[in-house]
């Protein structure tokens, strides 16, 4: 569904970990500077000496104070002016480089920062840091830049940029948080995306954008944080960008050479951004931990986590991705907010192209989720806005959950699980992907609306679906009000996707695998030209239940489908509103359908308290209303029906069920009375002393109203009649004897035919009766509607009365 022919290079690279907190936003002039040591650390001061090394500028950085495998600078001014390098010379055996700015300047980098070894390097300056378009790394363990006041240690002492002493006391300790002073200035990142092909370099010959080693960390950890055409990639490893707000405290946690971050003593946070603001751009900002989880001398590396925390996190046309390749699982990513925006093409993604499982994409937003959809290309491909999980080979795509109080998604974004496939570029071919789709869960405890579509066609929806043989995962929602209007859809699919020309299926059309369930509980549920389908083009259709409370309104060609192809069986449809009421406007041609082609039909079951507007309709009727009769396609009609048949068997029809106390599928699902006539109350035969014949007369109450004159008779004519009871002849001629009979008759049939399927495949249906008539040949007759008036050119005559 997101796919393209450029898309592919994207499910062939790698990513393991991604920890994000906070929001943001840089708005600080600055001038370029130099690296100027400062003489905080006495004898043991930093020596700064500008050299020529390998042809190139450089600011060799020596000295510093050495404790156990720490080594600490001290700074007035760190930047790096383009086309320079700044080069630690640090001793192989120093695992943390930890150097801080102490005067009032923004460090402003836009060069190389470099280290031997496979030291881990720390640069703190409470003023803040940018990164500029040249900016890159070419060290050999993790990088953290921080507008921290101090880096504090486990013995409790404080290496402070605020608050700097002669002579400060150092020790051999582990560096264990990350203190903010009264301010949280900004971090902002605009270096340069390395290209698809590994070419592109910087003005110094090396790999574009900040990048660090295999499994190692690179976090950016400040106020807020705007990466604008700026781009973060840690192979096999872990992103963290923490955005805070003043006087916060960040725990920092080594294991195994990588920093993990922690943010639970944070109050709170400020405001990180993605975005690349440039029309068309190439690239835009992508925060890629890219790296090879395959195997690796006989081990299996599994890709880390994605964590993304703040206040409002936006991405503009920029990317989140966890993808991986092998044996290995790829890494979560889960985003904690209160707001998440993705607009113009933004994407967040987990992938899978191996043996391994792509990682789980979870949010968790407090007030609400906002998608936006748009298309943007760059030489990587083409993208719209989403929230992503795929698998194009036999490992099974993540799982997506979403917790918010609102999710609106409009103009082509969509929330997708897929089961896809991945391209033999040599033969351009596609593998159908084996592995299954993964599960979308929505819980939003006041609504999810979806609206619209893209230009190009795009709809607006969440979506599960497989075109492989895998089988497609399914949908499940929970909220206040499901709304979905404007050709958007909630769909779990089992289809073929159209290739363009130039690719073909590898092997042929795929053996599909089954369409997923779609779950949905909800206070209302309000479709207006909206669909909620789980069809299968060559597989069985997957069910789908709706629990309503209230109203599920359908309008403007709206649809609930789960149809299925080939040779099997359509999918069931349960609607269960016991309490409330299942609408459709006039002529709205609104359908719901369980239909097969040439397998079965699948099985519908509406409970609710009334129903309007439908139409239950069984495949005789659409053959005699549709001309032609094929396509047997309920939606060539105006009205809003509802059918489960077979397309090429009319043996294999499936089964419509109403249960609804107020509603008769066989008049068209009209309302009846609530209050029923009791017909013992209405006759009165009365004897005279004498034994001779009296007159009775009838007098009924219900949907005609009164009669026009109570002593004047009925005829046949002028009634209502329902063909369900005549009565043979009556042997005995008490008025109270044919009344008798007639209840009795009425519980036997009521008896026998509630044990039968209420199935529009059944059309035999109990009707209240409101009265009788005496035909024209004398028979007494039972009435769902009594006459308006009461003609004088027939009688009804009571029987003699037998002696008491």
């Not at 890709?303 to 503009?316: A, D, M, N, R, Y």
């Not at 439908?614 to 009727?621: E, L, M, S």
């Amino acid at each position: 569904m997101f796919q393209s022919r450029s898309d592919w290079y994207w499910n062939l690279r790698l990513v393991s970990a991604l920890a994000i907190t906070g929001t943001l936003a840089f708005s600080e002039s600055y001038a370029f500077a130099q690296i100027i040591e400062d003489r905080t650390l006495g004898s043991e001061s930093s020596v700064v000496t500008r050299q020529q090394i390998n042809g190139q500028p450089t600011d060799k950085i020596d000295g510093g104070a050495i404790r156990g495998t720490n080594l600490f600078h001290s700074f007035e001014q760190f930047s790096i002016l383009t086309g320079r390098t700044a080069y630690f010379n640090n001793a192989t055996d120093i695992q943390n480089i930890i150097s801080r700015v102490t005067g009032q300047s923004v460090s402003n980098i836009d060069g190389i920062i470099k280290a031997n070894g496979q030291a881990n390097l720390f640069l703190i300056n409470p003023n803040g840091i940018i990164f500029g378009r040249n900016a890159s790394l070419n060290i050999g363990g993790s990088f953290l830049a921080s507008t921290a006041a101090s880096l504090n240690f486990a013995d409790g002492t404080k290496f402070s940029a605020t608050d700097p002493q002669t002579t400060p006391l150092l020790r051999v300790s582990v560096p264990i948080g990350l203190q903010f002073g009264a301010d949280a200035k900004s971090i902002r990142n605009q270096s340069q995306a390395p290209s698809p092909d590994g070419k592109t370099t910087n003005v110094l010959g090396q790999p574009p954008g900040l990048q660090v080693v295999q499994g190692k960390t690179l976090a950016l950890v400040g106020g807020d944080i705007i990466l604008e055409d700026g781009n973060l990639t840690a192979p096999s490893g872990r992103i963290e960008l923490g955005s805070v707000a003043a006087n916060s405290l960040v725990s920092l946690n080594s294991t195994d050479q990588d920093w993990v971050l922690g943010y639970k003593d944070v109050q709170d946070f400020q405001n990180i951004q993605l975005i690349a603001p440039t029309v068309g751009s190439d690239p835009p900002s992508i925060v890629d931990v890219s790296g090879d989880l395959s195997a690796n001398n006989g081990s299996v590396r599994h890709g880390g986590s994605i964590q993304v925390q703040g206040k409002t996190v936006e991405l503009i046309r920029s990317r989140l991705v966890s993808q991986t390749q092998g044996e290995g699982d790829g890494g979560d990513i889960n985003i904690n907010s209160r707001k998440l925006i993705l607009s113009d093409g933004a994407q967040v993604l987990t992938s899978t192209q191996g043996k391994g499982a792509a990682g789980n994409l979870n949010v968790y937003a407090s007030e609400s989720v906002d998608l936006t959809g748009s298309f943007f290309t760059t030489q990587d491909g083409t993208f719209h806005s989403g929230l992503v999980s795929t698998t194009g080979a036999a490992g099974k795509a993540g799982d997506i959950t979403i917790n918010t109080s609102k999710l609106r998604i409009q103009n082509g974004a969509q929330v997708s699980t897929e089961s896809t496939g991945r391209l033999d570029i040599d033969n351009f071919q596609v593998i159908p992907a084996t592995g299954k789709g993964g599960n979308l869960t929505v819980n939003a405890s006041e609504s999810v609306e979806l609206t619209g579509t893209l230009a190009k066609g795009v709809s607006t929806g969440l979506f599960a679906s497989t075109n492989g043989s895998g089988d497609a995962g399914q949908i499940t929602i929970a909220t206040g009000q499901l709304i979905v209007n404007d050709e958007a859809q909630i769909t779990v699919s089992s289809e073929v996707e159209p290739l363009p020309p130039f690719l073909s299926y590898q092997g042929g059309i795929p053996n599909l695998g089954s369409a997923g369930a779609l779950k949905v509980t909800a206070n209302s549920i309000l479709l207006d030209q909206g669909t909620l389908t789980s069809n299968s083009e060559s597989g069985k259709g997957g069910n789908i239940t709706l629990q309503v409370r209230d109203l599920l309104l359908m309008s403007h060609n709206s649809q609930i489908s789960t149809n299925a192809g080939g040779d099997k069986t359509g999918g069931n449809i349960t609607i269960y509103a016991p309490n409330g009421f299942l609408v459709a406007t006039p002529f709205g041609n609104n359908d719901i359908t369980a239909n097969a082609n040439f397998g079965s039909g699948g099985k519908i079951t509406i409970t609710a308290k009334n129903i309007f507007g439908f139409v239950p309709r069984t495949r005789t009727d659409l053959e005699r209303l549709l001309n032609p009769k094929d396509p047997l396609d309920p939606s060539r009609l105006p009205t809003s029906d509802i059918t489960a048949f077979s397309q090429e068997n009319p043996s294999l029809n499936g089964t419509v069920q109403i249960n609804s106390p107020d509603a008769d599928p066989s008049k068209g699902l009209v309302e009846l009375p609530v209050n029923l006539v009791d017909a013992s109350q209405q006759i009165v035969a009365s004897c005279n002393s004498s034994g001779a014949i009296g007159k009775s007369s009838f007098i009924t109450t219900g949907r005609g109203g009164l009669v026009a004159d109570p002593t004047e008779p009925l005829i046949a004519d002028d009634a209502v009649l329902a063909d369900w009871i005549t009565l043979s002849p009556e042997v005995q001629n008490r008025a109270e004897g044919i009344h008798k009979k007639v209840v009795a008759q009425a519980q036997r049939n009521t008896e026998e035919k509630s044990q039968k399927v209420n199935s529009v495949n059944e059309p035999t249906q109990i009707v209240e009766a409101q009265g009788w008539i005496i035909d024209a040949n004398g028979n007494v007759v039972l009435v769902s509607q009594v006459p308006t008036a009461m003609p004088h050119n027939s009688s009804l005559t009571a029987t003699s009365c037998a002696a008491h």
